[in-house]
């Protein structure tokens, strides 16, 4: 993998299938905060795009499968990718479980005890992104913080779907 060009190997817009519908205000806010954090700095290249971008993502899931839809700035289409939800669907659930008892502890517990919850929670945080960076392998180069954004955003798709 070359060097990213931060002028052109960058994602400007992200939208979420909305056909889904909404979850929670705590998992609300997470896709908010992604999407944020996403657009303000990532590194997002499709392998063998010559024209370069900046890109627009579109993520849904289609029949139990992950669908990354890249198209330019301009909207012309680029390439699209479906993914296999298999390989996240351990990491998602356990994930989702630790979120919930992070959100549960920030209300009531003790500093040390949310602490804990949140190293955890990190942890499995690192290992749903290592997994998705390794999935688009071949497909899309991204670094590890874009791939940590997106996997936050395949979590809030799954929990909504």
Known sequence: MTEFDPQRDRLVDVELDETIGRSTPDVEH???VAIFDLIEENSFRPVNDGAGGPYRLKLSLVDSRLVFAIAREDGSDVVTHILSLTPFRRIVKDYYMICESYY????????????AIDMGRRGLHNEGSQTLKDRLGGKIDIDFDTARRLFTLVCVLHWRG
């Open 30 to 32: 997470e896709r908010a």
């Open 104 to 115: 549960d502890a920030i209300r009531s517990a003790s500093p040390s005890h949310i602490e």
